[in-house]
């Protein structure tokens, strides 16, 4: 469920004092009633809400202490009723999460019955206390509308559809992660579900090029929308050398780590990033070896490896060519109280890392670390010389601007407030978990509240090049500088929201003189719509994939799994 549930379903605390609290019920714990609900929990509820964790939506566990069946049915049903009734809980709430849910008036009462009989089930195991909210939150950050408004433009484009990926047998959910274009360069497209596989697209049609889970024993999909295939790329060189790079999470199993967080943390699942060898680069169907290069411990299931990727278009003896850049979120440590776990260069945590497939200088010997990385002569044994920035969330994905000597461009998803894009500098320091764009953060004591700085702490840390606030979106869907044939998307970076699915564009230039954001709307059969109307569903889980060989441009709708291509601009 997404967050406006807990505007009116969480316990609220005012000052100290309960407001509403309610005796516990007794929910059926049959084997079978707890697996259905825990099977629609993750379908419908752990994109953004976990049991214990603060996240996009507040954590679930608890609140079936405190308020009763009846009025979590209703709430569930129709949620936009609290936020009408004006109940201080829901108030709070809504300063806290920003984002009013759907109604679930189409489910059915007996299956969310089912989510709250596991919803009390995980509450009785792990002893889980509802979440509280106090007044003085309210009033200590800043509230409201915190960035302009984006910029309508009047330019819009046509959308073509260019696939639907098939729904794997066992998920409930399409999950089109990260689309690549083959490095064969004739317009066939490689795309990775969320799930385990990686599917080939040619002539409209996908087939399974390679099934991660058949080869991979402890692979982990789920819970959430943060494990599985996180991203993919091919090598530079992959028509010679027949590589590919995989991110993907597993369940901790005691494997040994290359790097731990913490021996107070207990692990759930691990992040790898492995090379996978293609016997015939011609192949329909992947065919080879693979190995694994490094091997992570995550705190949580939130925030990992999201985007791995080369920098494309490189000639061999580029000082760049070769490299991998890795996205690593902050593992979801500061939704639990523990922001020691990251922002600092003994920890791979909320960093943009760069290594050397090709190499063996690393610690476990299986890749190299550039010789040129901003840390690596770093006198601290302990210094993770693999980090090129730090300081992020979820630097969710990673672009380069080749008209501008590749400049490198990386979004970063934030809590509750703002939505980023960042120039990413060389060693620069972006300030997650104590800005969140060019707001300060309390830290330890509310994630979700941000304030005004003054100068100069406001340049202490890389000041974003643009923000969004959550009155727009809620999760910023990186994209790319488009070098194609539509004249009137030239020099623009297209980007998008992932939940809602608006897309966005910027004008780029050498200076990056301009850092307005612009409204890119989307025209079909002549009329005015969006992609909520073109999927039918308010969730989008929308990506954005650029072919760099042919130069088109992708809009890809994971709720539906479509992949549709921009046609035209006007």
């Not at 206390?129 to 330019?155: C, M, N």
């Not at 402890?218 to 959430?224: E, Y």
Request: charged residues 25%.
């Amino acid at each position: 469920m997404t967050r406006f549930i807990l505007y009116s379903i969480a316990i609220v605390i005012v000052v100290g004092a309960i407001i509403y609290l309610l005796p516990g019920e007794d929910y059926p714990s049959d084997d079978t009633t707890v697996a259905e609900g825990k099977a629609l929990f993750t379908k419908h509820c752990m994109s953004c809400h976990g049991l214990q964790e603060d996240g996009i939506g507040a954590p679930l566990g608890g609140i079936t202490k405190v308020l009763s069946e009846k009025i979590l049915v209703n709430f569930i049903s129709d949620p936009s009723k609290a936020i009408e009734s004006g109940e201080e809980r829901a108030r709070l709430l809504q300063h806290r999460y920003k984002l009013i849910m759907p109604s679930f008036k189409g489910m059915e009462e007996s299956d969310i019955r089912s989510i709250l009989a596991y919803l009390q089930y995980q509450t009785n195991l792990h002893a889980l206390e509802p979440l509280a909210i106090e007044k003085k939150s309210d009033e200590a950050g800043l509230t409201g509308r915190l960035v302009a408004p984006v910029k309508k433009s009047g330019l819009a484009v046509a959308l073509t559809e260019v696939v639907q990926l098939p729904r794997l047998s066992n998920s409930a959910d399409l999950g089109v992660v990260t689309l690549r274009a083959h490095p064969s360069g004739d317009g066939t497209l490689v795309a990775s579900d969320q799930q385990g596989v990686l599917y080939r697209v040619k002539n409209g049609t996908a087939e399974i090029f390679l099934d991660v889970r058949a080869q991979i024993e402890n692979f982990q999909s789920g819970p959430g929308i943060a494990t599985g295939v996180g991203s993919f790329d091919f090598h530079p060189n992959f028509l010679n050398n027949g590589l590919i790079y995989i991110s993907h999470a597993e369940t901790f199993k005691g494997q040994l780590a290359d790097y731990i967080i913490s021996d107070s943390i207990k692990s759930e699942v691990q992040w790898v990033i492995s090379e996978w060898k293609m016997d015939d680069v011609n192949a329909r169907v992947f065919s080879g070896t693979h190995r694994e290069l490094l091997r992570l411990h995550a705190p949580t299931f939130g925030h990992g490896c999201q985007e791995i990727a080369f920098i494309p278009g490189l000639k061999k003896g580029d000082p760049d060519y070769g490299l991998l850049y890795i996205g690593y979120g902050d593992g979801g440590s500061n939704n639990i109280m523990r922001p020691e776990l990251g922002h600092n260069l003994k920890s791979f945590l909320g960093t943009i890392m760069r290594i050397d497939p090709a190499g063996s200088n690393s610690r476990n010997g299986m890749y190299g670390i550039p010789d040129s990385n901003p840390f690596v002569h770093e006198k601290d044994p302990l210094t993770v010389k693999e980090i090129y920035a730090f300081g992020f969330r979820n630097p969710h994905r990673m672009a380069w601007d080749k008209a501008n000597g590749n400049r490198m461009m990386a979004t970063d998803i934030g809590e509750s407030n703002i939505e980023e894009l960042n120039i990413i500098e060389y060693g620069g320091d972006y300030g997650w978990p104590n800005r969140e764009g060019v707001y300060g953060i309390a830290t330890l004591r509310d994630l979700k509240t941000v304030f005004k700085l003054g100068n100069p702490d406001v340049d202490f840390y890389k000041r974003p090049f643009v923000q969004y606030d959550h009155e727009e979106g809620n999760a910023i869907s990186g994209g790319y500088v488009y070098d194609g044939e539509i004249a009137a998307l030239k020099n623009k970076y297209i980007f998008g929201d992932i939940v809602n699915g608006r897309l966005f564009y910027l004008n780029i230039d050498p200076q990056l003189s301009d850092s307005t954001i612009y409204e890119l709307a989307i025209k079909q059969d002549g009329k005015e719509t969006n992609l909520q109307e073109m999927s039918q569903t308010k969730r989008l889980h929308l990506r954005i994939a650029y072919d760099q060989f042919k130069k088109e441009l992708y809009i890809i709708t994971k709720a539906d799994g479509k992949v549709r291509r921009v046609t035209k601009a006007y």
